[in-house]
């Protein structure tokens, strides 16, 4: 069993109640890019951050996954999911992308 750490922004930990959704991005195998933004403040939950490359500045996230789970709690509501594969298709037209769930109001596993 892994244990999650929060990357943290300034004002502090990934609390439920702060940041009451989640967003995970599911990789399927092949090199992919993804950009997801809310209208709130956004965190990545990892074991280690920096290894996976990933970028998460204000409300926004950007990265790169091919297989296993990125995860993020968020405050507000999701404004944009932009994914593609490697060669650039987007996800409505690459069965490769990898999958975005989006749960709002969820406590934290």
Do not use: K
């Not at 970028?55 to 994914?83: L, Y």
């Amino acid at each position: 069993m892994s244990r999650n750490t929060s990357v943290q922004n300034a004002t502090g930990g990934s609390d439920p109640d702060r940041l009451p959704n989640l967003v995970t991005i599911v990789g399927r195998g092949i090199p992919s890019n993804f950009e997801i933004a809310v209208d709130g403040e956004i965190e990545m939950i990892a074991d280690d951050p920096v290894s996976e490359g990933t970028v998460v500045s204000g409300g926004a996230a950007e990265g790169t996954i091919e297989v296993g789970v990125q995860r993020f709690r968020f405050s507000g509501q999701m404004a944009n999911v932009h994914v593609v594969d490697w060669n650039g298709t987007e996800m409505s037209e690459s069965a490769s992308t990898p999958e975005v769930h989006v749960d709002y109001g969820v406590a934290t596993r």
